[in-house]
């Protein structure tokens, strides 16, 4: 062996050795209480709300690691993480220029409101900050994958959701691909997947039996924003799966669905998307009302169910406002019409026709009727026509109520 090599060799070992007392003692201060109470505080003071830490351990094999077990972050409610860990790409290490690979969240609880007061409250530190600060400021390195263990989200009505995800971005700013599968809570059993394209992502997602697939674009736009487009299709969905925990309203969906925002913030998405979507639901079973009986005995139908061979129409989103129109419901005997608005305070507003063709006490004209009230509270009022008694507002009224799966 030549003295170079051998000289190689040498530092090689050398290096070895110093890396691996260097993990052993940072292992060793990790456990330490000193290692996290500093990084306690330190987290704290980020984002601004008291934050608790339990053990942190870093690791080597099978691969390098730091774990943080039994986060938790005391916003009201509290946002709780049983397991955070950062994998690094084990040659930046070498090369001195840290970088994750992958970032693994397991067993946490994501209130809503939690997240909504967290995001306020880092606002509020940036804006005492100053822009100047906000300018020389980097932008955080993405890892090249964020793992989802049993994650749990919980909304503004304590509905749970709970999820198994992965997102790959490759070292880039928007994911090369995705995938997200529902394990418990409203939607269980539902499964998503994202894969980019040459000119778009792929969206496919199989719930209720049925498919939800279409092409997702994200582009930039004027001022710095970004521009989202696409066209999804429905195949064969089952309603009820879309509005799970009620199974008010049933049968197989199929619609086309366009789609288009431009924001520069992703959290007002919700407020800024519009959307344009042709349904129709085959088969479909109304429950808890027998909208032939009530326009029939005028309101004597307290209960039952109405089978409905077709349910079409449109619906039109506003951010948070939307519009159905061209609805036609019809079965056999019965046909009903019209066109409904619900506003952002979730409040409802329209007109339908109801009508029998036919019938034992042969054929009822349509009825106008006035759509009031709100989504979990609808009215509906005659209008134009004199009625013997309030009944068939009523049913009517719960029928609306299934319409919108409630």
Request: aromatic share 4%.
């Amino acid at each position: 062996m030549s003295r170079g090599i051998k000289w190689l060799v040498g530092i090689v070992v050398g290096l070895s050795v110093l890396l691996a007392l260097a993990a052993f003692g940072l292992s060793r201060w990790a456990n330490s209480d000193d290692f996290r109470l500093r990084a306690q505080q330190q987290a704290t003071q980020a984002l601004g709300v008291p934050v608790l830490l339990g053990k942190i351990e870093v690791s080597l094999r099978p691969l390098p690691a730091v774990a943080v077990h039994d986060v938790r972050i005391q916003t009201r409610p509290a946002l709780t993480l049983q397991l955070v860990e950062a994998r690094p790409v084990w040659m930046s290490l070498l090369l001195g220029r840290p970088e994750l690979d992958a970032l693994v969240v397991r067993n946490a609880v994501l209130p809503q409101q939690a997240i909504v007061t967290l995001a306020a409250g880092l606002e509020k530190q940036q804006g005492a900050a100053g822009k100047s600060a906000q300018r020389t400021a980097s932008r955080p390195q993405l890892p090249n994958r964020i793992v989802l263990e049993r994650v749990t989200w919980v909304d503004a009505k304590a509905q749970k959701l709970t999820v198994d995800a992965e997102v790959a971005f490759e070292g880039e700013p928007l994911p090369r691909n995705a995938w997200v599968n529902v394990t418990e809570g409203r939607y269980a059993g539902a499964k998503a997947r994202l894969e980019r394209q040459v000119d778009a992502w792929q969206l496919r997602t199989e719930i209720g039996g049925g498919t939800l697939t279409g092409p997702l674009r994200l582009q930039p736009a004027s001022g710095g924003g970004w521009r989202l487009t696409g066209d999804l299709a429905t195949n064969g969905v089952e309603v009820s799966a879309l509005t799970a925990p009620s199974r008010t309203l049933t049968g197989k969906l199929e619609a086309r669905t366009s789609l288009q925002a431009e924001f520069k913030d992703p959290a007002t998405l919700a407020d800024v998307l519009r959307s344009q979507t042709r349904f129709t639901v085959r088969n479909a079973l109304l429950q808890g009302v027998d909208l032939a009986a009530a326009v029939r005995t005028l309101g004597a139908s307290r209960d039952g169910q109405t089978a409905l061979d077709t349910l079409t129409g449109q619906v039109t989103t506003q951010g948070r406002v939307v519009h159905l129109t061209h609805l036609v419901a019809s079965s056999g005997m019965l046909k009903a019409n019209g066109n409904v608005t619900l506003a952002a305070d979730r409040s409802l507003s329209g007109k339908i026709d109801a009508a029998l063709t036919a019938g034992p006490i042969g054929q009822i004209a349509g009825v106008p009727l006035q759509v009031g009230g709100t989504l979990d509270e609808p009215s509906v009022q005659a209008t134009g026509v004199a009625l013997p008694g309030s009944g068939v507002a009523s049913e009517i009224g719960k029928g609306i109520r299934g319409l919108f799966g409630r």
